[in-house]
């Protein structure tokens, strides 16, 4: 970084000269075209520049199972890269907040399938994150007017009819 480089292309290669030392070659590339080496980025800026979307999720399971698993969520699309701010956010949660609690609203989340980074933050932000207790059973009343079954069954036979009353027309 800060130094000057000079250049020299023909026409299969570019080459990279520090103060006359070669320190780079690259394939020629067409007009508008780039030729990328992963080696160039320094290692924490790798993940991102290079869509390492594993990596990503690697670094989420560090600081937990469920934030492990809460990455996945968010990365479980058919474009994951598009949503690898997301995770980012996700880890500066953890970083911020802790990893044993960023773990534990995710854990809530999870359970809740809510998949926001905004609305965890918002968990986060407004306390502590109690657990998800369950609701004791609904326990339906009976009915006011509750009636035995046999007021509601139906004849199984019609009305019987006088022989005479047939119509003979």
Known sequence: ??????????????????RGLLIKTHPRQPPGGRSIDASDYPPERSVYALRNVTALQQQATSYGAAVGRFAAALLDSPLPWTRMRRVYALLGLARRYGAARVNDACTIALAAEMLDVHRLKRMLELGQVLPITS????????????????QYALPLAGPERPEGDADDH
């Open 135 to 150: 609701s004791p059973a609904r326990v339906i009343p009976l009915a006011r007017f509750l009636r035995p079954a046999s």
């Open 1 to 18: 970084m800060g130094h000057t480089l000079s250049a020299r292309a023909d026409q299969q290669l570019v080459r990279f000269y520090q």
